[in-house]
T-cell receptor
Framework: QKEVEQNSGPLSVPEGAIASLNCTYS??????FFWYRQYSGKSPELIMS????GDKEDGRFTAQLNKASQYVSLLIRDSQPSDSATYLC??????????FGKGTRLSVIA | DARVTQTPRHKVTEMGQEVTMRCQPI?????VFWYRQTMMQGLELLAY????????DSGMPKDRFSAEMPDATLATLKIQPSEPRDSAVYFC???????????FGPGTRLTVL
Protein backbone atom coordinates (compact mmCIF):
# COMPACT_ATOMS: atom_id res chain seq x y z
CA GLN A 1 0.00 0.00 0.00
CA LYS A 2 1.37 3.36 -1.02
CA GLU A 3 1.89 5.64 1.93
CA VAL A 4 3.11 9.14 2.63
CA GLU A 5 4.23 9.79 6.19
CA GLN A 6 4.47 13.12 7.95
CA ASN A 7 4.99 14.13 11.54
CA SER A 8 1.65 15.51 12.71
CA GLY A 9 3.25 18.22 14.81
CA PRO A 10 2.53 20.79 15.92
CA LEU A 11 5.80 22.27 14.80
CA SER A 12 6.34 25.58 16.53
CA VAL A 13 8.87 28.10 15.23
CA PRO A 14 9.46 31.75 16.12
CA GLU A 15 8.66 34.45 13.61
CA GLY A 16 11.56 34.99 11.22
CA ALA A 17 13.01 31.51 11.69
CA ILE A 18 13.23 28.71 9.12
CA ALA A 19 10.49 26.10 9.33
CA SER A 20 11.46 22.65 8.10
CA LEU A 21 8.72 20.18 7.20
CA ASN A 22 9.52 16.62 6.28
CA CYS A 23 7.82 13.78 4.46
CA THR A 24 8.70 10.22 3.46
CA TYR A 25 6.98 8.05 0.88
CA SER A 26 6.84 4.30 0.41
CA UNK A 27 6.39 3.94 -3.36
CA UNK A 28 9.77 4.00 -5.09
CA UNK A 29 7.96 4.55 -8.38
CA UNK A 30 6.71 7.97 -7.25
CA UNK A 31 7.73 10.61 -9.73
CA UNK A 32 5.99 13.82 -8.72
CA PHE A 33 5.70 15.44 -5.33
CA PHE A 34 3.62 18.28 -4.00
CA TRP A 35 3.18 20.45 -0.97
CA TYR A 36 -0.25 21.81 -0.14
CA ARG A 37 -1.04 24.37 2.53
CA GLN A 38 -4.36 24.13 4.32
CA TYR A 39 -5.59 26.84 6.65
CA SER A 40 -8.09 25.84 9.29
CA GLY A 41 -11.54 25.49 7.76
CA LYS A 42 -10.24 25.98 4.23
CA SER A 43 -9.33 23.72 1.32
CA PRO A 44 -5.81 22.57 0.43
CA GLU A 45 -3.88 25.00 -1.74
CA LEU A 46 -0.97 23.90 -3.92
CA ILE A 47 2.19 25.80 -3.03
CA MET A 48 5.05 23.74 -4.45
CA SER A 49 5.66 20.89 -6.86
CA UNK A 50 8.93 19.07 -7.45
CA UNK A 51 9.79 16.35 -9.92
CA UNK A 52 13.57 15.85 -9.83
CA UNK A 53 16.19 15.40 -7.17
CA GLY A 54 17.56 18.53 -5.59
CA ASP A 55 16.11 21.84 -4.52
CA LYS A 56 13.42 24.00 -6.03
CA GLU A 57 12.96 27.53 -4.74
CA ASP A 58 9.93 29.79 -5.01
CA GLY A 59 10.07 32.93 -2.94
CA ARG A 60 10.39 31.99 0.71
CA PHE A 61 9.66 28.34 -0.03
CA THR A 62 12.19 25.66 -0.98
CA ALA A 63 11.19 22.10 -1.76
CA GLN A 64 13.86 19.42 -1.54
CA LEU A 65 13.65 15.93 -3.02
CA ASN A 66 15.89 12.94 -2.42
CA LYS A 67 14.53 9.94 -4.31
CA ALA A 68 17.23 7.60 -3.03
CA SER A 69 16.10 8.25 0.53
CA GLN A 70 12.41 8.60 -0.49
CA TYR A 71 12.36 11.91 1.30
CA VAL A 72 10.75 15.25 0.53
CA SER A 73 11.02 18.41 2.56
CA LEU A 74 9.70 21.94 2.54
CA LEU A 75 11.65 24.83 3.99
CA ILE A 76 9.94 28.10 4.77
CA ARG A 77 12.38 30.96 5.29
CA ASP A 78 11.55 34.05 7.34
CA SER A 79 8.46 32.33 8.74
CA GLN A 80 5.47 34.58 9.33
CA PRO A 81 2.42 34.06 11.55
CA SER A 82 0.42 33.87 8.32
CA ASP A 83 2.32 30.68 7.49
CA SER A 84 0.61 28.93 10.40
CA ALA A 85 -1.38 26.15 8.75
CA THR A 86 -1.33 22.43 8.09
CA TYR A 87 1.03 21.38 5.32
CA LEU A 88 0.15 18.28 3.31
CA CYS A 89 2.73 16.32 1.37
CA UNK A 90 1.58 14.30 -1.64
CA UNK A 91 3.22 11.91 -4.08
CA UNK A 92 2.16 10.33 -7.37
CA UNK A 93 3.59 7.84 -9.83
CA UNK A 94 2.69 7.97 -13.49
CA UNK A 95 -1.02 8.53 -13.96
CA UNK A 96 -2.08 7.34 -10.51
CA UNK A 97 -3.87 9.75 -8.18
CA UNK A 98 -1.98 11.64 -5.51
CA UNK A 99 -1.35 9.92 -2.20
CA PHE A 100 -1.55 12.45 0.61
CA GLY A 101 0.07 12.43 4.01
CA LYS A 102 -2.02 13.43 7.00
CA GLY A 103 -0.25 16.73 7.29
CA THR A 104 2.02 18.62 9.67
CA ARG A 105 0.57 21.47 11.66
CA LEU A 106 2.88 24.48 11.70
CA SER A 107 2.56 27.26 14.24
CA VAL A 108 4.65 30.42 13.79
CA ILE A 109 4.89 32.33 17.03
CA ALA A 110 5.07 36.13 16.83
CA ASP B 1 -9.85 33.65 -11.67
CA ALA B 2 -10.81 30.03 -12.47
CA ARG B 3 -11.89 28.04 -9.44
CA VAL B 4 -13.54 24.79 -8.53
CA THR B 5 -16.94 25.45 -7.02
CA GLN B 6 -18.90 23.23 -4.67
CA THR B 7 -22.42 23.36 -3.33
CA PRO B 8 -23.69 23.37 -0.70
CA ARG B 9 -20.91 24.69 1.50
CA HIS B 10 -22.58 23.37 4.64
CA LYS B 11 -25.16 20.66 5.12
CA VAL B 12 -26.78 19.44 8.32
CA THR B 13 -29.10 16.49 7.97
CA GLU B 14 -30.56 13.66 9.95
CA MET B 15 -29.48 10.08 9.76
CA GLY B 16 -31.20 8.24 6.94
CA GLN B 17 -31.66 11.27 4.73
CA GLU B 18 -30.25 11.57 1.22
CA VAL B 19 -27.42 14.04 0.67
CA THR B 20 -26.28 15.31 -2.73
CA MET B 21 -23.13 17.36 -3.15
CA ARG B 22 -22.23 19.10 -6.38
CA CYS B 23 -18.98 20.20 -7.94
CA GLN B 24 -18.19 22.34 -10.93
CA PRO B 25 -14.59 21.74 -12.07
CA ILE B 26 -12.41 24.39 -13.64
CA UNK B 27 -13.34 24.80 -17.31
CA UNK B 28 -11.05 22.64 -19.42
CA UNK B 29 -10.05 20.34 -16.58
CA UNK B 30 -10.84 16.77 -17.58
CA UNK B 31 -10.17 14.88 -14.36
CA VAL B 32 -12.28 15.28 -11.24
CA PHE B 33 -11.62 13.82 -7.80
CA TRP B 34 -13.83 13.44 -4.73
CA TYR B 35 -12.15 13.39 -1.32
CA ARG B 36 -13.35 13.13 2.24
CA GLN B 37 -11.36 14.71 5.07
CA THR B 38 -11.63 13.95 8.76
CA MET B 39 -9.26 14.65 11.63
CA MET B 40 -8.64 10.95 12.16
CA GLN B 41 -8.23 9.74 8.60
CA GLY B 42 -6.94 12.83 6.86
CA LEU B 43 -7.69 13.22 3.15
CA GLU B 44 -9.21 10.07 1.64
CA LEU B 45 -9.81 9.57 -2.07
CA LEU B 46 -13.36 8.41 -2.69
CA ALA B 47 -13.64 8.38 -6.49
CA TYR B 48 -12.37 10.04 -9.62
CA UNK B 49 -13.38 10.60 -13.21
CA UNK B 50 -11.47 11.32 -16.37
CA UNK B 51 -13.28 12.74 -19.36
CA UNK B 52 -16.48 12.02 -17.38
CA UNK B 53 -15.74 8.28 -17.18
CA UNK B 54 -15.39 6.79 -13.69
CA UNK B 55 -11.89 5.40 -13.23
CA UNK B 56 -11.91 4.28 -9.63
CA ASP B 57 -14.48 4.41 -6.87
CA SER B 58 -12.89 1.82 -4.61
CA GLY B 59 -12.61 4.35 -1.81
CA MET B 60 -16.37 4.71 -1.51
CA PRO B 61 -18.75 2.61 0.57
CA LYS B 62 -20.64 1.17 -2.40
CA ASP B 63 -23.84 0.44 -0.59
CA ARG B 64 -24.57 4.07 0.22
CA PHE B 65 -22.34 6.32 -1.86
CA SER B 66 -22.55 7.03 -5.56
CA ALA B 67 -20.66 9.43 -7.79
CA GLU B 68 -21.56 10.60 -11.25
CA MET B 69 -20.48 13.13 -13.82
CA PRO B 70 -23.51 13.86 -15.98
CA ASP B 71 -21.61 16.43 -18.02
CA ALA B 72 -18.19 18.06 -18.17
CA THR B 73 -19.25 20.91 -15.91
CA LEU B 74 -20.89 18.93 -13.12
CA ALA B 75 -19.86 16.13 -10.80
CA THR B 76 -22.14 14.82 -8.06
CA LEU B 77 -21.60 12.76 -4.93
CA LYS B 78 -24.65 11.24 -3.33
CA ILE B 79 -25.06 9.52 0.02
CA GLN B 80 -28.23 7.53 0.61
CA PRO B 81 -28.94 6.81 3.41
CA SER B 82 -26.59 9.06 5.35
CA GLU B 83 -25.11 8.01 8.68
CA PRO B 84 -23.42 9.99 11.48
CA ARG B 85 -20.04 8.48 10.53
CA ASP B 86 -20.34 10.24 7.16
CA SER B 87 -19.86 13.58 8.91
CA ALA B 88 -16.78 15.12 7.31
CA VAL B 89 -15.64 17.73 4.83
CA TYR B 90 -16.03 16.58 1.25
CA PHE B 91 -13.71 18.14 -1.31
CA CYS B 92 -13.80 18.09 -5.05
CA UNK B 93 -10.61 18.72 -7.01
CA UNK B 94 -9.89 19.01 -10.70
CA UNK B 95 -6.82 18.80 -12.88
CA UNK B 96 -6.06 19.22 -16.56
CA UNK B 97 -4.26 16.41 -18.30
CA UNK B 98 -2.11 14.49 -15.81
CA UNK B 99 -3.15 13.50 -12.30
CA UNK B 100 -0.77 15.87 -10.76
CA UNK B 101 -1.43 19.50 -9.93
CA UNK B 102 -4.86 19.35 -8.41
CA UNK B 103 -6.98 22.37 -7.58
CA PHE B 104 -9.43 21.94 -4.73
CA GLY B 105 -12.87 23.37 -4.28
CA PRO B 106 -13.91 25.02 -0.98
CA GLY B 107 -15.51 21.81 0.30
CA THR B 108 -18.89 20.79 1.67
CA ARG B 109 -19.00 20.40 5.44
CA LEU B 110 -21.50 17.64 6.14
CA THR B 111 -22.96 16.95 9.55
CA VAL B 112 -25.24 13.95 9.96
CA LEU B 113 -27.14 13.94 13.24
Amino acid sequence: QKEVEQNSGPLSVPEGAIASLNCTYSDRGSQSFFWYRQYSGKSPELIMSIYSNGDKEDGRFTAQLNKASQYVSLLIRDSQPSDSATYLCAAASGNTPLVFGKGTRLSVIA
Amino acid sequence: DARVTQTPRHKVTEMGQEVTMRCQPILGHNTVFWYRQTMMQGLELLAYFRNRAPLDDSGMPKDRFSAEMPDATLATLKIQPSEPRDSAVYFCASVRGSYNEQFFGPGTRLTVL
